[in-house]
């Protein structure tokens, strides 16, 4: 069955430090890929996508993402997070011509000062 | 901003009753999908559409129907709403060209 895994339910993180959300599909073949980001109370805004070519991504507010076939992986990167980055974070998977996306049960993360 | 907006924002009703949320978009988007958020699942797919009065059944589509007459709204019914239909309803529209959903800011439903 096709699946989104994203093992880590909650991070806590200190301002200034690194930040890694993983994510984990199961699917036939190479989906495409995204990650999304939730405020409180608000939608959800794109981060980044993978579709085809460089598995290294960039995307908004200095947030990049890997994609590893072999480990099934798109895990999601920042260098040094601030306090505005805490939020939750879905991975979603997409792999029909009808654009329907499956996601992760998200991964909450919290920022210390 | 993919110009969605939903409605209502916030809705507080009783066991039972219908209920209609409604999506609507202005840049002429053909697909288009409904989705519900609770915690420890993160979104499910209840139904999608992909063009005028073209919908299908998504994951979690039991209790709910759809419908769209116009390409810019999608509606959202359920028939007689259950607690476990308490939720946050997010809608999006998929820009064909970039191939990534975008969404509305949500209605949150409380049945009780």
């Known amino acids: 069955a096709q699946s989104v895994t994203q093992p880590d339910i909650h991070i806590t ?54 994609f590893k076939r072999s480990q099934s992986s798109f895990n999601l990167r920042k260098p040094s997070v601030h306090w505005s980055d805490a939020a939750e974070y879905f991975c979603a998977v997409g792999a029909d011509s009808w654009g329907k996306l499956q996601f992760g049960a998200g991964t909450q993360v919290v920022v210390t000062p | 901003d993919a110009g969605i907006t939903q409605s209502p924002r ?52 039991d209790g709910y129907s759809v419908s769209r007459s116009k390409t810019e709204d999608f509606l959202l019914t359920l028939e ?25 800011p949500g209605t949150r439903l409380l049945v009780l």
């Open chain 1, 13 to 66: 993180v200190s301002e200034g430090a690194s930040l890694e959300l993983r994510c984990n599909y199961s699917y036939g073949a190479t989906p495409y890929l995204f990650w999304y980001v939730q405020s409180p109370g608000q939608g959800l805004q794109l981060l980044l996508k993978y579709f085809s070519g460089d598995t290294l991504v960039q995307g908004i507010k200095g947030f990049e993402a890997e």
């Open chain 2, 80 to 104: 007689s709403a259950t607690s476990s239909q308490t939720s946050v309803y997010f809608c999006a529209i998929r820009d064909r060209g970039q191939e990534t959903q975008y969404f509305g």
């Open chain 2, 10 to 61: 916030h809705k507080v009703t009783e066991t039972g009753t219908p209920v209609t949320l409604r999506c609507h978009q202005t840049e002429n988007h053909r697909y288009m999908y409904w989705y519900r958020q609770d915690p420890g699942h993160g979104l499910r797919l209840i139904h999608y559409s992909y063009g005028v009065k073209d919908t299908d059944k998504g994951e979690v589509s």
